[in-house]
């Protein structure tokens, strides 16, 4: 594996939404173009293809909630949410070997207002994101032999209905699975 597991794996699921929705990630003013955060960001902004999902408008990266929640209280969209963590490592013997493994959870959702009590929206809103997730899960088997990123990753996946009242009421799915590979870190 490389040593950009958590910028590989930015770097792979930024193919997916509208690329303004990516580049919302990056807040910081331009400043010396040789600093690494000019250059990760240099290199997002060249991804092709992309926009692959229609209709996923926004891309929020981490492991901070509160961020999280500002970031989905500020789109009206549907967004995908890339958390990550656990990383795991085994030694295996004779060989003296690390085997590792990286978890992480990919979440196609829209918010929704506190007040709807439709059902049927709900229905709707629901079948459109296991739609978008099925289309993504389909899309990273495809690539899982041409990536290297990807080679990596294991299927099958779990795929699980989500509703997060307290992210502004966000309704989707989420899909997880875990990385595999020697010296992960």
């Known amino acids: 594996m ?8 930015f770097k792979y699921f930024a193919k997916y939404p509208l690329m303004s929705g990516v580049l919302k990630n990056f807040n910081k003013p331009v400043s010396d173009p040789v600093t690494a955060y000019d250059t990760f ?4 902004a060249e ?3 992309n926009s692959l999902i229609t209709d996923l408008n926004d891309y929020i990266f981490g492991v901070d909630i509160i961020s999280l929640k500002k970031r989905v209280e500020a789109i009206d969209g549907i967004y995908l949410f890339i ?7 085994t030694l295996i013997e004779p060989m003296k070997t690390e085997q590792g493994e990286f978890n992480i959870a990919v979440t196609i959702a829209k918010k929704t207002q506190p007040d709807d009590k439709d059902q049927i929206e709900q229905v709707l809103l ?21 990536n290297h990123f990807l080679k990596y990753l294991t299927f099958p996946t779990e795929i699980s209905s989500l509703f997060m009242p307290d992210i502004s009421n966000s309704v989707g799915w989420t899909m997880t699975f875990r990385i595999k590979g020697a010296h992960l870190v």
Do not use: C, E, F, V
Request: glycine fraction near 4%; hydrophobic fraction near 30%; charge should be negative.
């Open 126 to 146: 629901a079948d459109k994101t296991l739609g978008m997730i099925t289309q993504l899960k389909d899309t990273a088997k495809y690539d899982a032999n041409r």
């Open 83 to 89: 958390d990550y963590g656990n990383i795991y490592d």
């Open 2 to 9: 490389t040593t950009t597991l958590i910028q590989d794996t």
């Open 41 to 44: 960001k240099a290199s997002i």
């Open 47 to 49: 991804i092709t293809p």
